[in-house]
């Protein structure tokens, strides 16, 4: 059997073998879309390694092909020479668990290749701080903990010695240490709670770096081809100049709207709005792509489909069927009853004695109320005596246990891409990102002037990305044109026998909620 597979538009492999990620790399070739050099490292090999704790056979040796071949491609020395090769290993589940497993960025950056990258490119902080961010992610890989390497460019004592200072060494513990984040408990959590099953291992894919931190004119971010919120036909995301994509993601870093790559980059802003364009007519649906551009030059890391909240996917369902995209009875096939449900967003309702403590972005329609808890534990251990809100400086990956726990979420950073944003909407909890004059404190937090103790009940809306102390008066409300619009298809779905039985569904899940 072969363990790895290129990345390329000559593959054929399914999400099984290849896991998700790789295989949408393998759609964006096909679709013509620039994408880095790289292979997979497939899922059954994975399953193997987690069976006996060791590489099956032969997948060493073709760790070692594989990474000749891209060296050949790139004109790159993997660990050193003139043009040092960095690549980035990231996990690629069948099924997308967002954040849960591990990820390495700028791995190859030995001491040598270090000092070749500096002289490459005539900007040694550049070169330092990419190593620094290697050293940080392996770290963290490592230890199932947020590590932060210091300036002086030296791993804690900890975890120096266990990470190589040669690349052939760093990738076969990088692919093992992605290996082994397949059975993480935030990565059993999330598959318990979405009911994945815990057989299915985890692909790696490495790839050739591209450096969203080499200049003013390089960046990273992540689009949707519509608003996930609404469901409204516009690019949404987020974006950061001289940053890696990992600080989208995270939270850590203040982001910029999606259209400020209009003003400063709009070869980038054009190219990137050209490929949602492909991608959504190859799914005929919305959809989510991850994205660095190097020097003005743009690249895509990921895609997928959109997985929009309720009244989204409503709106999303009913334009595509405007738009001939879809029939009208696909498009009642891609409303289930559980979107009706969330279709009629729940808000707080303005009144006069509402007291509003900040305004922070909507990520995830809807609104929570319950307790305050500063930390992963503390939701948990709160939960039990009913509901709370987590609130962090921003979460990670770390807090899986706490998000499932709370019933909403609440960050005083990140953007609507943000790790919190992303996991609220698989799990349809609300949440509210980038609340700026929140901080935590230990078992507190401030905000708008005020110290509020852990066990504080608060109310969070999704949508307008109001907190306010208490517990004020929220409603649903009314429905919008594009429900009334797909329940009027659903009333005339009696000639389309594919969509007979979801048309019935849909009208039975309305009259339900109605009678609520």
Not at 8 to 14: C, K, L, Q
Not at 226 to 249: A, I, K, S, W
Request: with cysteine.
């Amino acid at each position: 059997m072969r363990w790895v597979r290129p990345v390329s538009a000559r593959v054929a492999e399914t999400p099984d073998v290849l896991g998700a990620k790789a295989h949408g790399l393998v759609l964006l070739h096909r679709l013509g879309l620039p994408v880095p050099a790289g292979f997979v490292v497939t899922t059954p090999a994975c399953r193997e390694f987690l069976r006996t704790g060791s590489f099956p056979t032969g997948l060493a040796e073709e760790l070692r092909a594989a990474t000749a071949d891209l060296e050949t491609r790139t004109g790159r020395r993997f660990g050193g020479g003139d043009r040092p090769l960095a690549v980035s290993v990231r996990s690629g589940a069948g099924v997308s668990m967002p954040g849960m497993m591990s990820t390495v960025l700028n791995l190859g950056l030995t001491t040598e290749a270090t000092a070749a990258l500096a002289a490459e490119t005539g900007d040694p902080r550049f070169a330092t701080a990419s190593r620094r961010r290697f050293l940080s992610s392996f770290a963290s890989a490592l230890t199932g903990t947020d590590v932060d390497i210091p300036p002086a460019d030296t791993p804690p004592a900890n975890t120096g010695a266990a990470i190589p200072d040669t690349a052939a060494d760093q990738l076969t513990l990088a692919v093992r240490t992605v290996f082994s984040s397949w059975n993480t408990p935030r990565a059993r959590t999330y598959r318990r709670l979405h009911g994945i099953a815990d057989d299915l291992g985890t692909a790696a894919i490495v790839q050739t770096m591209v450096f969203g931190n080499r200049d003013g004119r390089s960046g990273t971010g992540v689009a949707f081809s519509r608003d996930p919120n609404t469901g409204e036909n516009v690019p949404f995301g987020d974006v950061l100049f001289e940053r890696q994509g990992e600080d989208v993601v995270s939270g850590r870093a203040p982001t910029l709207p999606l259209r400020a790559l209009a003003d400063r980059e709009p070869a980038v802003w054009a190219g990137l709005l050209d490929a949602l364009r492909r991608i959504e007519d190859h799914y005929r649906d919305a959809c989510y792509v991850e994205f660095t551009f190097q020097a003005g030059e743009l690249w895509f890391l990921q895609v997928r489909p959109g997985r929009f909240t309720g009244a989204a996917t409503v709106r999303v369902a009913t334009d595509l069927a405007d738009e001939g995209v879809l029939t009208r009875g696909e498009a009642l096939l891609r409303v289930s009853p559980h979107h009706l449900e969330n279709a009629r967003t729940l808000r707080i309702v303005a009144a006069p004695d509402v007291d509003v403590l900040t305004r922070g972005v909507g990520a995830c329609p809807g609104v929570a109320a319950g307790r305050i808890a500063t930390t992963a534990d503390a939701a948990v251990r709160m939960a039990a005596d009913g509901p709370v809100v987590l609130v962090r400086p921003e979460t990670s990956p770390h807090d899986m246990r706490g998000l499932a726990a709370a019933t909403g979420v609440l960050t005083a950073r990140g953007g609507p891409a943000s790790h919190a944003a992303v996991v609220a909407r698989t799990m349809g909890k609300p949440a509210v990102v980038g609340a700026v004059d929140l901080t935590v404190d230990g078992t507190s937090i401030r905000v708008g002037g005020r110290t509020l103790g852990e066990g504080t009940t608060i109310t969070i809306d999704g949508t307008s990305g109001e907190v306010a102390l208490g517990r004020p008066r929220a409603a649903t409300g009314a429905a919008g044109a594009h429900l009334h619009r797909l329940l009027a298809w659903a009333d005339d779905a009696s000639g389309d026998r594919s969509a007979r039985g979801e048309a019935q569904r849909l009208r039975d899940a309305h009259a339900a909620l109605r009678r609520d």
